[in-house]
């Protein structure tokens, strides 16, 4: 069965450095997502792509988000200056429909475990 | 999008029929119902979604009402590996892409 992938599963970093999460959706997917869980707390929506452009975000996502769709394949969320509250797991998401369709489903990966010290 | 609310945790034991209602009060005409599915430090799963009446796959069943204020998700004859986070999701299929989360349902099956 096709799935989305993520890398790395961890990543511990410092605080005020760059990182940048990736993710490969499943190939013939077109609408990629990006979520957020931290420890112990309900996963939150945090941006949706479409078509190599922002489709929604959060109020979370704030400048020093972005994300990018490289070369086709890859999926990245960078974060440019991270604080210590952006310690969580973050899930990649995608899907095949569009939200509309009779059944919408996203599938998600494994997720990133971010640690900002 | 439609609030919703469910129990914070359910324990059961393996081989029994588990249950869990979602009430969701002020669900909107084009609103779907989505369960998710969530084990520790993985992402979640799709269950099952539906509009109305019910439905069946292979992993669970979903009961709808028909005033659609409430839903209840039916895991049949449950086993030690279905302890996960439940999520009851509502949302209008044509407006938005984002997915909402809960706080879900977290259930333990015990031996």
């Known amino acids: 069965e096709p799935e989305v992938t993520q890398t790395p599963s961890h990543q511990v970093t410092q605080m005020g450095q760059e990182v940048i999460l990736r993710c490969v959706p499943i190939s013939n997917h077109l609408y990629f997502y990006w979520y957020r869980q931290i420890l112990g707390q309900k996963v939150e929506f945090l941006v949706s792509f479409y078509n190599n452009e922002i489709s929604e975000k959060s109020e979370i996502f704030d400048d020093q988000f972005s994300v990018e769709r490289p070369d086709g394949s890859n999926f990245t969320l960078k974060i440019r200056s991270t604080k210590l509250e952006d310690s969580a797991m973050y899930f990649c998401?995608?899907?095949?429909?569009?939200?509309?369709?009779?059944?919408?489903?996203?599938?998600f990966g494994p997720g990133t475990r971010l640690t900002v010290t | 999008l439609a609030k919703t609310t469910q129990p914070i945790s359910m324990d059961s034991y393996e081989g029994q029929e588990v249950n869990i209602t979602c009430s969701h009060n002020n669900i909107a005409t084009n609103d779907y119902i989505t369960w998710y599915q969530q084990f520790p430090s993985q992402g979640p799963r799709f269950i099952i979604q539906?509009?109305?009446t019910k439905v069946t796959n292979e992993v669970a069943s979903l009961f709808i009402p028909a005033d659609r204020k409430s839903s209840t998700l039916s895991l049949p004859r449950v086993s030690l590996s279905d302890t996960a986070v439940y999520y009851c999701l509502v949302g209008d299929n044509d407006s938005s892409y984002k997915l909402i989360f809960g706080s879900g349902t977290r259930l333990l099956v015990r031996p």
């Open positions: 998401a995608s899907s095949e429909s569009l939200a509309g369709d009779d059944l919408y489903e996203q599938y």
């Open positions: 539906g509009y109305k």
